[in-house]
């Protein structure tokens, strides 16, 4: 594992600087290079493969892949964050319906079980090519006469602005690793049990309400998450008084959050 890992390093670092699209040494070459079994150098270049930094294509050899997208956890929206990496964003609706809200996702719209909402799923495209698919939840009271080509022209939080006065301004999001299911893969392009982050946001708009909750799968192999560690301060707090509990309310009051219980 430690021997794979060192050329999953060595790999990257010959890779660092290639332009994207550039073929790779042969397996046979790399392995003498690096001195390294075949076996060790093909794991490693697999694993490589899977995270998107090298592509393969059958009969022709192995190319430098695209960077990853470094995702930031902030509440922008998809059509803001690829614009920002001069990317030009889209997407195609590809259901859009009105239904009750149930229990449970009245439960997180605050709103009663009976209340329509509009329920959409898109697959966002970055400069023609797939990065998500996204399923909106939205009391459909909020968002009258929405209608499936309104998702495809623009950003849903620009529309939501410009049409329906809504400014998103604060959510809360959970990221966990997924694999992509049969329905996904074809969506997005990619072979079936794709590694893939799967997000859920409940935003809240500026008077404090619920507007939207999101499921979003978002490619393993085009995106990371970054993040600022900001300071802890539950473990300052719990320095100075000599008790462990300010790390675990820190711990609670986000999952209340995440569950929807606000903080
Ligand atoms: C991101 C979020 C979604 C949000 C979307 C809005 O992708 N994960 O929760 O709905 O942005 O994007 P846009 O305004 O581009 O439609």
Do not use: C
């Not at 670092?13 to 699209?21: F, K, Q, S, W």
């Not at 301004?169 to 690793?177: A, L």
């Amino acid at each position: 594992m430690t021997k794979q890992n060192d050329v999953v390093e060595r790999v990257l670092e010959l890779i660092d600087g290639l332009p994207v699209g550039d073929a790779i040494p042969s397996e046979r070459q790399l392995s003498s290079d690096l001195g390294v079994s075949r076996p060790t150098l093909r794991a490693a270049l697999e694993g490589l493969v899977r995270g998107g930094y090298l592509v393969r294509r059958q009969g022709s050899g192995t190319f430098v892949g695209r960077p990853k997208i470094a995702q930031e956890l902030t509440i922008t929206s998809f059509s803001e964050d690829m614009r920002r990496r001069g990317m030009a964003p889209s997407s195609r609706t590809i259901e859009l319906r009105v239904t009750t809200a149930g229990a449970r996702l009245g439960q997180v719209l605050h709103v009663s079980p009976g209340e329509p909402i509009v329920v959409a799923t898109r697959l966002r495209l970055a400069d023609g090519d797939t990065m998500a698919i996204e399923t909106l939840h939205i009391p459909s009271a909020l968002v009258p006469g929405l209608r499936a080509k309104d998702l495809e022209s623009g950003s849903f939080y620009d529309l939501l602005e410009q049409r329906y006065g809504i400014v998103i301004v604060s959510g809360i999001q959970t990221i966990e690793p997924t694999v992509t299911n049969e329905e996904e893969s074809a969506a997005l392009g990619v072979p079936l049990h794709s590694p893939a982050f799967l997000f859920e946001r409940t935003s809240r708009a500026r008077s404090g309400q619920i507007v939207e909750s999101v499921r979003s799968i978002y490619r393993g192999d085009r995106y990371k998450l970054v993040t600022e560690l900001s300071p802890n301060a539950g473990r300052e707090l719990a320095g100075r008084s000599g008790s462990g509990h300010g790390v675990d309310n820190d711990q609670r009051r986000l999952q209340a959050a995440a569950e929807g219980g606000g903080t």
